[in-house]
């Protein structure tokens, strides 16, 4: 069950809801969104049927939900939500472009491919500053001057930074360079790092696990939420299945499943799925035309000497492609471009 507070529900309405709730010994997290806040409870239903809830002050609706992810359901909240990373949207409205390299190298290296991805017409820089491998012996990233570098370009193209922790101990620390957090595909049901994101006060980027349900992906984005953060982007980035011929299977339809059963955006990562350049465009353009609130593509200016995913790495007539299917296929749909 869910309370849907009003748009002017003083700070006293939802402590009182709060107050309530536990005092019959049910529990209550308050999720803040950019219009809404929603206290999700959990505990005896029929109990809380009792209360009489709807008649608090503040209180919109009380809402029963049947999905087991009860604050990021469009059961709790019908209306798409539109989640703002240094002011640029993510939402239903617009078509966001995050680019950016897939690992930062050098000052020098993340730059050039920060004006390479905003003349493109990115709104978002993406960027790894650590770099979970499947390899041990393999580039694991910059660390805290990756996220230095980050930081001086975003002061230079005026990008806002899109980078992944890996951590929970480190999720402050990343929180003070970056405008958004991601969780990445092996972190998905890191439960205690999904915690501490969710509790940072910065938006999320949550990708979906290689062999995960699109229920266990939302049963994840419920911890960040149930933390209080309602700002998550969920991200498909393609699931592991018997086909070789591609990186990674990119599960188009999960783009209107998860949308008819969450109010939180969805981008889709072709980079990730096809693993190859030429695919990265054309699995973009599926993307957009079945209705994903963005992509998030690798871009680098030497892919031949990346020292991460050089090969799936967009180069400038890779990005004029991409950048002709951002500017024709949204507008079919509705949306305009990203812009902060």
């Known amino acids: 069950m869910v309370v849907v507070m009003k748009g002017n529900a003083a700070p006293g309405d939802v402590d009182t809801i709060v107050s309530v709730v536990t ?9 803040r969104g950019t219009t809404r806040t929603i206290v999700g409870l959990v505990g005896d239903v029929a109990l809380f049927q009792t209360l009489n809830l709807g008649a608090l002050p503040g209180v919109l609706d009380v809402i029963r939900i049947s999905q087991p992810f009860k604050l990021v359901s469009r059961e709790s909240h019908p209306v798409p939500s539109t989640v703002y990373v240094g002011g640029v949207p993510i939402g239903p409205d617009t078509a966001t472009l995050i680019a ?12 050039a491919a920060a004006w390479m991805a905003k003349r493109a017409g990115a709104s978002l820089l993406r960027g790894g500053a650590y770099k979970p491998r499947t390899s041990p012996y393999a580039f694991q990233g910059l660390g805290e001057a990756g996220l230095k570098i980050l930081a001086e370009v975003r002061d230079e193209v005026g990008l806002p930074v899109v980078t992944e922790v890996v951590e929970a101990s480190d999720v402050d620390l990343v929180a003070s360079y970056a405008d958004m957090l991601q969780i990445g595909t092996r972190n998905m049901q890191n439960f205690s790092l999904l915690q501490a994101a969710g509790s940072c006060g910065r938006p999320v980027l949550l990708k979906r696990g290689l062999q995960a349900t699109v229920e266990e992906w939302l049963m994840a984005a419920e911890y960040i939420a149930q933390r209080g953060n309602l700002s998550i982007v969920l991200c498909e980035r393609g699931i592991r299945t018997f086909e070789t011929a591609t990186r990674n299977t990119l599960d188009v339809s999960a783009v209107p499943v998860v949308h008819a059963l969450s109010h939180l955006p969805v981008i889709v990562d072709p980079s990730h799925a096809g693993g190859r350049r030429d695919l990265v465009v054309p699995l973009a353009r599926a993307a957009l035309a079945a209705g994903a609130d963005g992509v998030i593509v690798d ?14 790495a967009l180069m400038d007539d890779d990005l004029a492609l991409l950048a002709e299917a951002m500017a024709t296929i949204p507008p079919l749909l509705g949306r305009k471009p990203a812009t902060p």
Do not use: M, N
């Open 299 to 312: 871009v680098h200016p030497h892919p031949e000497t990346a020292l991460c995913d050089g090969p799936q």
């Open 100 to 111: 950016g390299p897939c690992a930062v190298e050098t000052p020098e290296q993340t730059l």
């Open 23 to 31: 005092g019959v010994g049910g529990a209550a997290f308050v999720s």
